[in-house]
């Protein structure tokens, strides 16, 4: 008998204003007081599930992804995904009636998300100490290049440099080729996901028994991350003295695992991970009899013999067109798939059965396609309300809301502050 599916609830996207929350996350209040990708991120993913989440910018600056990459219109594409599902409010927090509204902020919050170098917020007046007195359930979000203690710790830290110092770097690119960095926020990337992690470890110790209604401090480092994605290297090395070598497309640990081309000039690329997919592939390419050999029996002995296994698939694959290659692999139950770029993402079918790429209505532009929220929750599924909002556009509700009078705002926003 079939097993029963349990049908995820509809991940769904919805036109322009802001509206009352839905999702897992419903009456958590994220305050994103961090800039560019690692920590935004992190906030961008609480707010597709439901948080309520504020976003605390510069008044005269803002967050520098606004401005970062492609814009139309004048208007940055980046930040109408980073900025979704975000109110905006400006607050020059190194001023004291900046940090004071901060403060009021916090005082109602679940999560503070900041990236500022350590010492920052302690000279500003809102150190962790400062803020957990105020409101003990907080949680502290710190996310930083390199942590907030240590030889490094004042250091300007991107995600490029962990993507270098990580050992990601050292192992990606051809052989005898530079080090390769990825064309897009990897480390920042891999830190989001991080930290959203442990901002619901962090939750959820606050919430249940035992956990005394306390929040914490999360220190995140963004050169760390990457570190666990790496698997055994550490151990490798630890152990056998051994450094991974760059080895381009190929894997250390199984073969054939690689990027072939088509008749028609299509990449595709195969995995062999498994045992039985490499001797599906092998036998579909008219080589069972490698499948005998000794070596083959393990990923390990067959990537000591990859220039011949590559030969044997690079040869058959470049033989046929991309549609025969991709069915033939499918009738033998191996694994494979083409290379794509981002318009092909937008018409693959599979994509499009999942709304992975969805529509949004954005104020400024209109219709935007964009990624959808990560993944589908059967009973509370996460949306996406709205893009990117301008700067400030969220001050009168949200400070407002806080007792700030329309009077003060304004003397704020002449001082500079807001």
Request: net charge negative; hydrophobic share 40%.
């Amino acid at each position: 008998m079939e097993a029963e599916q349990i049908v995820p609830g509809e991940r769904s996207a919805t036109a322009g204003q802001p509206d009352t929350p839905t999702g897992p996350l419903t009456g958590v209040v994220v305050v994103d007081a961090a800039t560019l990708f690692a920590g935004p991120l992190a906030a961008t993913i609480l707010g597709d599930y439901g948080a309520d989440v504020v976003k605390v910018e510069h008044p005269d600056r803002g967050d520098p992804s606004r401005t970062h990459g492609a814009s139309k219109d004048g208007i940055g594409l980046w930040w109408k995904m980073l900025g979704r599902n975000k109110r905006t409010v400006t607050a020059n927090i190194g001023r004291p009636e900046g940090a004071d509204l901060l403060k009021r902020l916090l005082a109602r919050a679940d999560v503070l998300i900041e990236n500022f170098r350590p010492g920052t917020l302690e000279r500003w007046g809102l150190s962790p100490r400062t803020l957990l007195e105020m409101n003990p359930r907080l949680v502290i979000a710190r996310v930083t290049g390199f942590g907030q203690f240590g030889p490094y710790a004042k250091r300007p830290g991107f995600g490029t440099l962990a993507e270098s110092m990580s050992g990601f770097a050292a192992v990606t690119g051809e052989p005898g080729g530079p080090p390769t960095l990825p064309p897009f926020g990897l480390a920042d990337g891999v830190s989001a996901l991080t930290c959203v992690n442990a901002i619901m470890m962090a939750l959820h110790h606050r919430d249940r028994p035992g956990g005394g209604g306390r929040g914490q401090v999360i220190d995140l480092a963004i050169v760390e991350p990457l570190l666990t994605l790496l698997g055994p290297q550490p151990l490798v090395w630890d152990q056998l003295g051994q450094v991974q070598p760059r080895t381009g497309n190929r894997s250390v640990n199984n073969a054939p695992r690689n990027t072939y081309r088509t008749r028609d000039g299509r990449w595709v690329a195969v995995s062999t991970s498994a045992d039985s997919i490499a001797e599906r592939v092998m036998r579909l390419v008219g080589h069972p009899e490698v499948i005998g050999e000794p070596w083959f029996a393990s990923g390990a002995g067959r990537a000591e013999h990859a220039d011949l296994l590559d030969g044997h698939v690079g040869a058959w694959i470049s033989r046929q067109d991309l549609a025969t290659v991709v069915a033939e692999f499918e009738k033998a139950e191996a694994a494979i798939a083409p290379v794509y770029d981002i318009r092909d993402v937008f018409t693959d079918p599979q994509y499009q059965a999942l709304d992975t790429i969805t529509t949004v209505d954005d104020e400024d532009l209109g219709p935007l396609r964009m990624q959808n929220v990560l993944f589908r929750l059967s009973e509370t599924p996460g949306s996406i309300r709205w893009t990117g909002r301008a700067r400030g556009a969220d001050n009168e509700e949200v400070w407002g809301g806080l007792g700030v009078s329309a009077a003060e705002l304004a003397a704020l926003r002449d001082k500079g502050v807001v």
